[in-house]
């Protein structure tokens, strides 16, 4: 049985002719209805488009009773035609009325058609309406009718992120594509972000549907396949994967698509029925991000996002753009969308001009996220299908605090927004006026305050902040952020940068702690079943003293005529450190003995962070020049709570007396025995729990950059004696049930103690 279709690259051209047409946008569908309902040869034609308010009204139609129109509108997910715009497939039923779905709606009288064929309007994935056709004999509609359907729907679908159709809906009610949206994530980065949405990998707006010449249209895709094949492959072999922030086995999964007939077959298939190849590649795209976001298995949806990477790669081929981010045209507020992204694709953007951050994926220790709180840019992760929904341009506001994301705001959320960001910008100058200002507490005790840093962006903040110096250098993001292990004079380099930037202010650098949670894509992972406990940190760099020695000796030429200050993180036993300082010892030699100069004071010291150093400080105390309490660490196996399991890393509180006495211990020791101790872990950027530390003898903190005004406020203007008055008898055994925040809270209160 042949097709009743005139032929699809027919109904295109006279849809083309229509589009030209200087009519207004009803007249326009209505025209648009009766030239398919002829193509087709079928009885009824009808538009529904998706309204915000999540109804599907009749917009148009040919067959169905007129006055319908703008009145009748369905639920998504209600009838078969809201069952197409739930599931954003086609439908086709020689009986509709026989499905389970059908709903009877007596003003258009419908009763008198049975044979059905649906297909939702897409765009980009999205489903924004649903394009009918109805005939009163049963029948089951031809596969290039249903094609035919998909292609004028397309068109469909550019009317209506024109702007177009939002003229002709019923007064007041907005339609789907410019509904608010509101996501919630996990925040990775904090800070709030207000601007206009830039999709890291641009979206291709392709105006140019239909083909004039269908050969000509093969043949350039063709062209731009084989483009995109070499230029995949040269990806491949040049190795320099890093920089592009795309690991091997995605660009293979992509070079496998390439090769993908049934993938080509099906563009090609779209061509021949009449569009560019640009539209066809959309149009196969967008199938691709529909099924994409049904798909639940997260492996197949990992997949279809590579297919869709590549259509997008394909089009920008077809269409002579570059590939990655066109930061030419970046706005001056720009909130970058991505599914995922390299933690150097970030810097490549700039710090000025990114208000915020928006990824698909994204951990809290994922690289781009280590980056993005370097550069101080609001960031929330895991947030669901926005790469879909967002469209370059979009107004959005990005709440790293709070971990939410709100698209297209409606004006009052704009406003408590735009408040939050004034209240907050308020507050940071307050802060920058504290930089000069000693940081000594009301009677008059120095409190140390240094910065946690770890790659070159982090340095300005030094000055800025007026932090004492550097903390914390956590040298393993260098090694993070490469694609290959970086050489000694790379280190070297990095090391010497950092020191000029201190400018004689100490700095303390910590050995590499990978393993665990911080992996390095070129050292091949081990499967560990408690990677945090595993091999890890100093465990694996006394292991293979090689990466260990490698990075000793460049901090030692680095700091050469300089002071030097080194500490070991995850160490269990003090023997483990005895054999790190051997290491060190005999590196030393090493230099001194081929004449090289060395730094003229080391310090050599530990990171408490496992609780087993609490039991044996008296020895460890005789071995090393210094101690810095990991609190983050400490904590996670103090209460046996992954840091980074959401479900049991806020369960104990770390104002707890069991975790408070632990590090009381420390510092009273440490004092005791002449041995200087500091404290890196967030718990020294929170204000409420660094006042505790005060309480407890703590002088020397060290935090992230944005931390360290509001804890300086905060030292300026409490009396420490009093404070540990109130808080050390607590502590002690018999005292009765202690709620520490609450009693820190309230002094705080009585001494306008800013937290
Ligand atoms: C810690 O554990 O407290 C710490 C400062 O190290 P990191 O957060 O890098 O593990
Ligand atoms: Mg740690």
Redesign the pocket.
């Given at each position: 049985m042949r097709s009743s279709l005139a032929g699809p690259r027919v109904l295109l051209r006279r849809l083309r002719e229509v589009m030209a047409e200087p009519i207004n946008a009803q007249e326009r569908l209505d025209k648009i209805v009766v030239l398919i309902a002829a193509n087709v040869v079928a009885e009824v034609c009808s538009v529904y488009i998706l309204r915000a308010d999540g109804m599907l009204e009749l917009y148009a139609t040919e067959g169905l009773n007129r006055d319908a129109v703008h009145k009748t509108s369905l639920g998504v997910g209600e009838g078969l035609v809201g069952l197409i715009a739930a599931d954003a497939r086609p439908l086709n039923l020689p009986n509709a009325q026989a499905h389970p779905a059908f709903a009877y709606r007596p003003e258009t009288g419908e009763e008198a058609y049975n044979s059905f064929l649906g297909v939702p309007i897409l765009r980009a994935g999205r489903t924004l309406g649903v394009l009918v056709v109805q005939n009163k004999s049963h029948r089951t509609y031809f596969e290039d009718e249903v094609e035919a359907l998909q292609t004028t729907a397309m068109v469909i679908a550019e009317m209506v992120a024109a702007g177009e159709l939002e003229a002709i809906s019923q007064q007041g009610t907005k339609l789907d594509l410019t509904r608010p949206m509101e996501f919630k994530g996990v925040a990775l980065s904090e800070g709030v972000g207000l601007g206009h949405v830039v999709l890291h990998e641009p979206r291709v707006v392709v105006t140019n549907l239909i083909a004039e010449d269908v050969d000509h249209e093969l043949r350039r895709l063709e062209s731009a396949i084989n483009r995109l094949r070499l230029s995949l492959d040269d990806l491949l072999a040049n190795g320099d994967l890093g920089q592009h922030g795309e690991h091997r086995e995605v660009l293979e999964a992509f070079r496998m698509f390439a090769q993908d007939r049934g993938w080509i077959h099906k563009i090609e298939e779209a061509i021949r029925n009449g569009l560019t190849a640009e539209a066809a590649v959309e149009k196969v795209q967008s199938d691709t991000r529909a099924r994409m976001m049904r798909q639940t298995d997260p492996y197949l949806r990992e997949r279809l996002h590579d297919l869709d990477d590549l259509g997008n790669r394909l089009i920008r081929e077809l269409m002579g753009r570059q590939h990655g981010p066109g930061t030419d045209s970046l706005p001056k507020d720009a909130i970058v969308i991505a599914r995922n992204m390299g933690p150097a694709e970030l810097l490549d953007y700039g710090r000025d001009r990114v208000r915020g951050l928006v990824l698909e994926e994204g951990g809290p220790t994922s690289h781009v996220t280590i980056v993005a709180r370097a550069l101080g840019i609001a960031t929330v992760g895991l947030v669901q299908d926005i790469v879909s929904l967002a469209e370059g341009g979009d107004a959005i506001i990005v709440d790293g605090e709070m971990g939410q994301v709100q698209l297209r705001p409606p004006g009052d959320v704009e406003n408590a927004y735009a408040e939050k960001v004034r209240f907050r910008a308020r507050r940071q100058a307050q802060y920058r006026r504290l930089r000069s200002k000693p940081s000594v507490s009301r009677d008059g005790v120095e409190i140390s305050l240094l910065l946690?840093a770890g790659l070159l962006v982090d340095l300005p903040a030094m000055v800025e902040s007026g932090a004492g110096g550097i903390g914390?250098f956590?040298t393993e993001l260098q090694f993070m952020v490469a694609s290959s292990f970086p050489r000694m004079n790379e280190q070297k380099g990095l090391y010497e940068k950092v020191l000029d930037a201190a400018e004689g202010r100490p700095v303390t650098f910590r050995t590499l702690?990978i393993g665990g949670d911080k992996v390095l894509p070129y050292l091949r992972a081990i499967q560990e079943e408690n990677p945090a406990m595993g091999w890890r940190a100093l465990r694996l760099g006394l292991d293979r003293p090689a990466i260990l020695r490698t990075q000793i000796r460049a901090l030692l030429h680095a700091a050469a005529g300089r002071d030097l200050k080194i500490k070991f993180?995850m160490v269990a036993d003090v023997a483990e450190f005895v054999q790190a300082k051997a290491l060190v010892e005999r590196e030393l030699k090493h230099l001194k003995r081929h004449g090289h100069k060395t730094p003229n004071k080391l310090r050599l010291g530990v990171?408490i962070?496992v609780p087993s150093l609490l039991f044996q400080l008296e020895e460890l105390f005789q071995e090393v020049d210094f101690v810095s309490v990991?609190?983050?660490?400490?904590l996670q196996f103090f209460y046996a709570a992954d840091r980074g399991n959401t479900r049991v890393s806020d369960r104990f509180d770390p104002l707890n007396i069991g975790f408070m006495r632990a590090l009381r211990r420390i510092v009273t020791r440490a004092k005791l025995a002449g041995v200087p101790v500091t404290l890196?872990?967030?718990l020294a950027g929170r204000p409420l729990e660094a006042m505790a530390l005060l309480a407890l003898g703590y002088r020397d903190l060290s935090m992230s950059a944005s931390a360290l005004g509001p804890i300086k406020a905060m030292v300026r203007s409490v009396d420490i004696g009093r404070l540990s008055a109130r808080i050390l008898p607590k502590l002690e055994p018999g005292s009765g049930p202690v709620d520490l925040r609450k009693s820190l809270r309230a002094f705080a209160a009585e001494h306008d103690i800013p937290l």
């Open positions: 946690n914390l956590r702690d993180p990171m962070e990991g609190s983050n660490d400490l890196c872990g967030e």
